[in-house]
């Protein structure tokens, strides 16, 4: 088991910058793949972003490309997302999901593990 807790959320003018956190706790956090999802009210959950293991594997939606940035401290079980330029399309809650495995998928149903989730809520 894997548990994640993510952090760093709140409220921010378009323009702005945040970086969420996320800290696993469990199995070893090296073995996982990480990723962010986001989901706005009435909307279905999107990929935004994944890192594999050493983190110089990175994936990214298109609709965050240039803007947000994933990283992982594996000594400190913990992955971010670095958000600048932030837009009021941005708003939505943002999850942490961890999958065992080296491979970056973007679809959530294949990640094993998601933490609760942190409100990020870009003003215009």
């Known amino acids: 088991q894997v548990q994640l807790v993510e952090s760093g959320g709140g409220l921010v003018q378009a323009g702005g910058s945040l970086r969420l956190s996320c800290a696993a706790s469990g199995r070893t956090f090296s073995w996982y793949a990480m990723a962010w999802f986001r989901q706005a009210p009435g909307k279905e959950r999107e990929f935004v972003a994944a890192?594999?293991?050493?983190?110089?594997?990175?994936h990214y939606a298109e609709s965050v490309k240039g803007r947000f940035t994933i990283s992982r401290d594996n000594a400190k079980n913990t992955v971010y997302l670095q958000m600048n330029s932030l837009k009021p399309e941005d708003t939505a809650v943002y999850y942490c999901?961890?999958?065992?495995?080296?491979?970056?998928?973007?679809?959530?149903?294949?990640?094993?593990?998601w933490g609760q989730g942190t409100q990020v809520t870009v003003s215009s």
């Open positions: 890192i594999g293991w050493s983190g110089s594997n990175t």
């Open positions: 999901a961890a999958r065992g495995g080296s491979i970056l998928y973007i679809v959530g149903d294949e990640y094993d593990y």
